[in-house]
Every structure is written in structure tokens, then in C-alpha cells.
């Protein structure tokens, strides 16, 4: 049975840097043998969390369930079907995209928090899968690693999904260009990431 790789795309843009990078990522291991599935985050439906907590309540390691009746779901559902994840988002404002940050929040279901505890407890720590981050920013890639908190939210998604990071692609100066191409060298990373998933 075919790897399964599930690619959180959170660019705006199709054919921007970050969509660039995801999909040669996903193109390696697709071409390694792998499934690909493609999620962009633009074209699917993911309301806004409600802070409710109703998913947080019951323990148990099963992600809770979310009161909201949208794509997410059938997203986490592809996720945890994986072997394999890629996510990717730009970064604005010094961090992942409103949209990456709306995907992040509604994550929760994977906390077991019951009402009166401090914080919340990880219902996953480890499900044995790899994840590939990757960000693209408008500063050098030197300064965004240092200055931005994208790869940090990107670390906390793969976590918070039970993966370990298996490498990292921050792809800067993503807006020299109206329609940038993302360049050779940043281009093979992202191949030998998305092969890293195998």
C-alpha cells in the first residue's frame, strides 16, 4: 500500500513561493511512490474557532468534536489517514497567514481540556509520522527564521498533530516579483523534503 502524504497549503496564492515549494514537495514524493493529497486552506471551508471548549471535554486520545459543521473534519480526517504531512504557509505580519492561524486554532480538538483544569493536556504526543514546514517571507531567510514566529506555529501544528518535524524550507525575498519563481536552489530543498517523507 502507497505512502500517504497530506499537504496543508495555507498560500493565498496559487503559483505564489509557498505554493511553488508545496507542490514540489509533494511532486518528490509523489514521484516517489507516494498518495498526495493537496489541501489549500483558500478553497475549503474553516470557520473561525468559537472558543466553546465543547471538543476539549471528553478525555481519551480521539480528537474531540467540533460543534461546527464545516471542512474540518474531513481535513483532520485525511490527516490522521497519513504517514506523512507537508504544511505550508507565508508569512504576514512576522507570522503563518490569518487563514494557517484559523486552521491552527481549530486544532484544539487534540487537547483534552475539562473545565476547571490550567492548561490543556495533548491527547497525541507521537503518532510515528514525519512533517515537512515550509515558509516563505518578504526578508531574507536569515532574518525571517530569526525575526518571524511562522516556523514556530508550523512546529506547533506538526506537534500538536503528533508529528515530528523532519526538516524545514524558509524560502526569503518571496516578494522581489508580481509572479515569483521559486528559485533552483530553494526548489531542490523543497524536492529533497518532500522525498524525506518516504
Known amino acids: 500500500m502507497a505512502l500517504k502524504i497530506t499537504v496543508i497549503n495555507g498560500s493565498y496564492r496559487r503559483g505564489g513561493i509557498t505554493d511553488q515549494a508545496a507542490e514540489a514537495a509533494a511532486a518528490a514524493a509523489r514521484a516517489g511512490g507516494a498518495e498526495v493529497e493537496m489541501i489549500r486552506l483558500a478553497e475549503r471551508r474553516v470557520e473561525f474557532c468559537l472558543n466553546c471548549r465543547a471538543c476539549t471535554q471528553e478525555p481519551g486520545p480521539a480528537r474531540g468534536r467540533c460543534v461546527q459543521r464545516d471542512d474540518m473534519d474531513a481535513i483532520l480526517d485525511s490527516i490522521e ?25 481549530r486544532l484544539v480538538p487534540y487537547a483534552w481540556w475539562p473545565w476547571g483544569a490550567m492548561a490543556p493536556a495533548p491527547r497525541v504526543k507521537d503518532r ?71
Open 81 to 105: 489517514a497519513s504517514s506523512g504531512l507537508i504544511l505550508a504557509a507565508p508569512v504576514n505580519f512576522f507570522n503563518v497567514n490569518a487563514l494557517t492561524r484559523r486552521f491552527m486554532e
Open 128 to 198: 510515528k509520522i514525519k512533517a515537512v514546514l515550509i515558509t516563505s517571507s518578504a526578508m531574507p531567510s536569515v532574518a525571517g527564521r530569526l525575526l518571524t514566529g511562522s516556523m514556530r506555529a508550523l512546529k506547533m501544528m506538526a506537534a500538536t498533530l503528533g508529528a515530528k518535524t523532519a526538516g524545514t524550507l524558509f524560502v526569503g525575498l518571496a516578494s522581489m516579483e508580481e509572479k515569483p519563481e521559486l528559485p533552483a536552489r530553494d526548489r531542490r530543498l523543497a524536492e529533497r523534503l518532500g522525498r524525506k517523507l518516504l
